[in-house]
């Protein structure tokens, strides 16, 4: 496809910044790491297995390829990031860090003991983030030995790619914090967005958990098909979320008619307070979907990275369709 216009390449060439640290070289740190690198900061990454810090070397230079294709990047502005990017295992090498951004596995136990290791490495001004996706913040805070300086950075993936960040500011956290990280998060050329209250999942992940929840009760039902609830969501109203969101849509269409939906829809919506009917089925079936070659659809003959490499392109493409359209904020 053709390159977009220069003006239209959103990474910024930078001078060196303030050094970043990152905790976990898997499918989100390596991703993180990358942006940072590629907005003029020096990151290092740490992570307890070395075998992950080939993987993620190959990844970054992977991601960075893809964006040349989509005209995402310079070959310059590519060149320069692997340079930028220093890998370790020793936690010493990242407590001089202006922000850590935590990215390991997601069990509260190992993040725990994570923010305890660290703690005695920390420069007095460090501040630490969490990447997490559901865990809330005040689980670990007191681990880290500085609530105040201790927030979220959660990215959502590829993080290559998504500019969105959460910043959630904890009970302890300081306004001070939570200010300092969104500024260098759009300094990184990065969209954050500031939650004022520490709940599980955050905002994010709540919305999409409260549609799957509704998803599966109405498929749970007999309602539809789990098919048909990907079409209905790919197709209705999909399209418009990123032009108008789930409440300027609201407020094109009228709050006169949206709350007599609330009247007459809410009532009958699901309240489950967890996952049942056929999800919890599939899962104690051992029926974890691609990975295993069924979940709701039949994976049997799908080749696993194949079908992530084409999922991975169709979103580069609406990205660079959307930053065309001035729809996306990257
Ligand atoms: N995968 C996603 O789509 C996604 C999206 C947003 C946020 N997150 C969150 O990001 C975090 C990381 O998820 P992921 O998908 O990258 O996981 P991952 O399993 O791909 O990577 C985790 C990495 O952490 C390393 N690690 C484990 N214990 C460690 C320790 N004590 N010290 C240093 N490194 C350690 C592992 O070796 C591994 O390389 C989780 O909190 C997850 O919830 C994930």
């Not at 307890?48 to 964006?67: G, H, I, Y």
């Not at 070959?75 to 692997?82: C, E, F, G, L, R």
């Not at 979220?152 to 939570?178: D, I, N, Q, W």
């Amino acid at each position: 496809m053709a390159p977009l216009s220069r003006n239209e390449v959103t990474a910024p060439i930078a001078d060196q910044r303030s050094p970043i640290g990152v905790l976990g070289a898997g499918l989100m740190g390596h991703g993180i790491a990358q942006v940072f690198a590629l907005a003029g900061h020096q990151v290092t990454v740490l992570d307890t297995n070395p075998a992950a810090f080939d993987a993620a070397r190959s990844k970054v230079a992977r991601n960075l390829e893809l964006m040349l294709e989509y005209g995402l990047v310079t070959s310059a502005q590519a060149a320069v990031v692997p340079r930028r990017l220093n890998f370790t295992t020793d936690l010493c090498d990242v407590g001089e860090s202006t922000l850590i951004i935590e990215a390991v596995t997601e069990t509260v136990e190992i993040k725990r003991a994570v923010y305890a290791d660290l703690a005695p490495h920390l420069a007095p001004d460090t501040v630490l983030a969490s990447n997490t996706s559901s865990i809330p913040i005040r689980l670990m805070a007191d681990a880290t030995g500085r609530p105040d300086r201790f927030t979220t950075t959660h990215f959502f993936r590829p993080a290559y790619l998504c500019p969105m960040v959460e910043v959630t500011k904890g009970e302890l956290t300081s306004e001070a914090t939570v200010e300092s990280v969104l500024n260098l998060l759009r300094g990184a050329g990065l969209r954050p967005v500031r939650i004022n209250v520490d709940l599980p999942g955050q905002v994010a992940n709540r919305l999409r958990q409260a549609l799957f929840r509704e998803a599966l009760d109405l498929v749970d039902r007999g309602v539809i098909s789990a098919e048909d609830i990907d079409e209905l969501t790919a197709f209705s109203f999909s399209p418009r979320m990123p032009l108008m969101g789930v409440i300027k849509d609201r407020d094109l269409a009228g709050l006169e008619i949206a709350l007599n939906g609330t009247e007459s829809v809410w009532p009958d919506l699901c309240n489950a307070d967890s996952g049942h009917g056929v999800l919890r089925r599939l899962v104690e079936d051992g029926h974890f979907g691609l990975k295993t070659g069924r979940g709701f659809f039949d994976w049997s003959d799908v080749d696993f990275a194949a079908q992530w490499e084409t999922l991975e392109r169709q979103q580069l493409e609406i990205y660079a369709t959307l930053r065309k359209i001035g729809a996306w904020p990257g």
